[in-house]
């Protein structure tokens, strides 16, 4: 019973410190999670809360767009990170998005 009460603590401690009220909420939508060698790939910024964005695309590229498009050369999972801030810049959030690409 002590430890369940110790754990409850714990994560309700964790949820609090991890986001305050009003602070960017980072989220990538696509309209599609397929693709084809290719094909032109178009990720938007669906954030709230947010002043600042920077994109890393899949090859590494870095863009601050609101949506980004991206041409996958080679059949694989494509990963797109999107970092969001306030206007300060004192906390920036990450989210990432995966994508297939067939042949």
């Known amino acids: 019973m002590k430890q369940m009460l110790l754990l409850t603590v714990f994560a309700v ?22 693709y084809q060698v290719l094909d032109t790939i178009k990720m938007n910024n669906c954030s709230k809360n947010f002043s600042n964005q920077r994109w890393i695309l899949p090859d590494g590229s870095p863009s601050t767009l609101e949506s980004v498009y991206y041409v996958a050369q080679n059949p694989g999972i494509y990963t797109f990170k999107l970092y969001v ?19």
């Open 85 to 103: 801030s306030d206007d300060d810049f004192v906390n920036e959030y990450e989210t990432m998005y995966q994508i297939q690409v067939n042949p």
């Open 13 to 34: 401690l964790v949820l609090i410190s991890c986001r305050r009220p009003g602070a960017p909420e980072p989220l990538i939508c696509s309209d599609r999670s397929v």
